[in-house]
């Protein structure tokens, strides 16, 4: 699914002289799955601690992960884009698959963004460092 979005953005955003920087290589992929990867797992349980709701629309973990997906996507290709016409195709291209690999109760849920960001945890000391 990961690589399809790849190919379909790779293939349609080609740079151009105002565009030079449409450039999607192995990295943009990469990207998507590194985010993936070092996501906290705790979130993606079954007996997740309904005290701590997932965001937006989101019930379920599953829900949950598709939305991180859908997160690392729009932030690996649509921040790359200039224009608004560029960016809403990238982001119906992603919902798109979202709708047509997880079914409507998953797609429904991921409808709104997710924003995941990292920066209000506590920081992680590290002690050969002291940083």
Not at 40 to 66: C, I, N, W
Not at 93 to 113: C, H, S
Request: some cysteine; charged content about 30%.
């Amino acid at each position: 699914m990961t690589v399809e979005v790849w190919k379909k953005v790779q293939a349609k955003m080609l740079p151009t002289p105002a565009k030079f920087h449409y450039l999607f290589n192995m990295r943009e992929l990469s990207r998507v799955f590194q985010g993936v990867v070092l996501a906290v797992r705790a979130r993606f349980s079954k007996e997740v601690d309904a005290s701590m709701p997932f965001g937006g629309k989101v019930e379920t973990p599953q829900g949950y992960l598709v939305g991180l997906w859908r997160h690392e996507c729009e932030r690996v290709f649509c921040d790359k884009l200039t224009t608004m016409e560029d960016k809403n195709w990238t982001t119906s291209l992603i919902t798109n698959q979202i709708k047509e690999n997880f079914g409507d109760e998953v797609y429904k849920q991921t409808l709104e963004p997710l924003l995941f960001v990292d920066f209000l945890r506590e920081p992680v000391m590290d002690e050969d460092t002291g940083e």
